[in-house]
């Protein structure tokens, strides 16, 4: 009787072993410390009067850990006034304070900060007083041998009014006798009767010499600014 073949059994093939990717390792945690540090207090606080509106401020500069990044001035009004308000934030060791009013005094002081927000103690409080308003007219008296007073000085846009004091006719009028041609405008063109007047508003800055030209040996010089 025929011998039967057996039937080959496949073998499977072999699984392969998965790779695992490495772990990355973790970034180290950093912890920042926050800056509560405030900077140093402004020192050297002063004022410069410069007119009837405007006080210029100075002061030394503040240190900080990490670093000063501006200013906060205040101001109040008053010798002794303690109702301060913040008026300007300068990133420098100066301030102009302009559009103040005439003949008034106002207290100032500053304080530091930086960028986290810490801010200084406040520096002492210094005051400064604008100066008075300059008048808008003055009176010159014309007498018999002078003009009262006889050389002013004046700022641009002030009116001076020529007062005739003597009990005869006065004649104002520029430098050079007799064309006056040094401010040609600045001419009465006619003689001021005695207790009669003649005004004239300066529009040019500069040193103006003037004398009566009915008597031309009296004059005096007015300088405008």
Known sequence: A??????????????????LAPTPTPAPTTTSTPDTTAPTTPANLSV????????????SASTDAV??????LERCTGSSCTNYA??????GTTYNNTGLAAATTYRYRVRATDAAGNLSRYSSAVSGTTEAAAPT??????LENAYSPVNLTIALGTTVIFKNDWTSDRWPASDSHPQH??????????????GGSWSFTFQQAGVWG????????????ITVQ
């Not at 041609?181 to 005695?194: C, E, G, K, R, T």
Request: net charge negative; hydrophobic share 30%.
């Open 86 to 91: 913040e008026i300007a934030t300068p990133s």
């Open 48 to 59: 410069t009067v410069v007119s009837s509106s405007q006080l210029n401020l100075s002061w």
């Open 137 to 142: 007219s003055v009176t010159v008296s014309m």
């Open 210 to 221: 003037y004398h009566d030209h009915i008597k031309p040996s009296i004059g005096g010089y």
């Open 2 to 19: 025929p011998v039967s073949t057996p039937t080959p059994v496949p073998i499977p093939a072999p699984t392969p072993t998965p790779t």
């Open 181 to 194: 041609n040094i401010y040609p405008a600045f001419d009465s063109l006619q003689a001021v009767p005695s």
């Open 67 to 72: 670093g000063v990044t501006g200013y906060k």
